[in-house]
């Protein structure tokens, strides 16, 4: 008759129990560890969300106009139809009029990423106008908000009324300080061209070349 070992099968099963844990316990630290990248955190960064100003333009729906929204913020290019992104100013939506619109509105729509200090100008330009009537009346709305959760505050509002193919006008040109505050009194609409690179078009059908 086989003796009893008092320490044979209580040592194999203590050290199986232990090679368990240390598997289990290695598995867990495994996943503990792979977790953050299975599920990064939302990482803190500098940049602006868009939205910070708003500019926004309108002419009668029923117009087959094409009026182009052309914006410039301080230190950076202007940006309209041509050049749609900018390091600040985004246009959003270029509207040629009727041509290739599956809507009946007549707007455009140029937004920010933050609002750094220095000055802003803001022009409308007829491209080109096919509808018999001669003046087309131009709104333009300009806004900020400051804070994610802030309302929008109307900066400007005005109604242009352009009247020939290739006019651009100045509607607004306003300055910023560093808190992203309208400066007292810097609001005025002395004429500075965006589209100057670019040739106008004196007569032709409605349509962007560039």
Do not use: C
């Not at 792979?34 to 029923?62: A, F, Y």
């Not at 193919?165 to 061209?193: A, C, M, W, Y």
């Amino acid at each position: 008759m086989q003796g009893f070992d008092p320490l044979g099968d209580s040592d194999d099963g203590t050290v199986f129990r232990d090679v368990i844990m240390l598997a289990l316990l290695g598995f867990v630290t495994i996943v503990v560890l792979l977790l953050p990248h299975l599920n990064p955190p939302t990482k803190q960064t500098d940049e602006q969300q868009p939205g910070n100003i708003v500019v926004e333009l309108h002419w009668p729906d029923d117009m087959n106009t094409d009026v182009d929204l052309w914006v410039q913020a301080p230190g950076d290019k202007p940006v309209g139809y041509s050049n749609r992104g900018g390091r600040v100013f985004n246009l959003l939506r270029d509207d040629m009029g009727h041509i290739n619109d599956s809507g009946n509105l007549n707007y455009e729509i140029a937004f920010s990423r933050g609002a750094p200090e220095g000055e802003y100008t803001v022009n409308l330009h007829l491209y080109s106008n096919t509808d018999p009537r001669k003046i087309v009346p131009s709104q333009v709305v300009v806004g900020i908000k400051l804070g994610e959760k802030a309302p929008m505050r109307v900066i400007h509002r005005e109604q242009v009324e352009l009247a020939r193919s290739g006019q651009e006008v100045t509607v607004v040109r306003f300055t910023l300080d560093k808190n992203s505050e309208v400066l007292p009194d810097s609001i005025h609409d002395l004429p500075r061209r965006l589209r100057s690179a670019h040739s106008f078009p004196t007569s032709g059908p409605a349509g962007h070349n560039g």
